[in-house]
Nanobody, 117 residues
């Protein structure tokens, strides 16, 4: 059974940082791509960042230069370091498997990130 568990969300002031973690089980981690997506109230879900099994990284335009995605194959974990957070980063953040076509599999509950101005 595939499980992706997100953690690390919370309430922060604008300009501060948060680090999200996604721990995966039930998947061949090292050969799987993962992505972080987010969904703000009233908006569509959007790509934040993804990292392929070979290490190829993509970022959404709005987070380039502020967010960093990384993976630790030894720990079956994908992290998202978020710096210089802004109120518009407020959303529920989801970790999900990705391939060349985009996200696949079931969406989890996500983790709430709230940035106060």
């Amino acid at each position: 059974q595939v499980q992706l568990v997100e953690s690390g969300g919370g309430l922060v002031q604008a300009g501060n940082s948060l680090r999200l973690s996604c721990t995966a089980s039930g998947v061949p981690f090292s050969s799987t791509g993962f992505g972080w997506y987010r969904q703000a109230p009233g908006k569509q879900r959007e790509l934040v960042a993804s990292v392929g099994s070979g290490g190829t990284i993509k970022y959404g335009d709005s987070v380039k230069g502020r967010f960093t995605i990384s993976r630790d194959n030894a720990k079956n974990m994908v992290a998202l370091q978020m710096n210089s957070l802004q109120p518009e980063d407020t959303a529920v953040y989801y970790c999900i498997r990705v391939d060349r076509y985009g996200p696949f599999g079931a969406w989890g509950q996500g983790t709430q990130v709230t940035v106060a101005s």
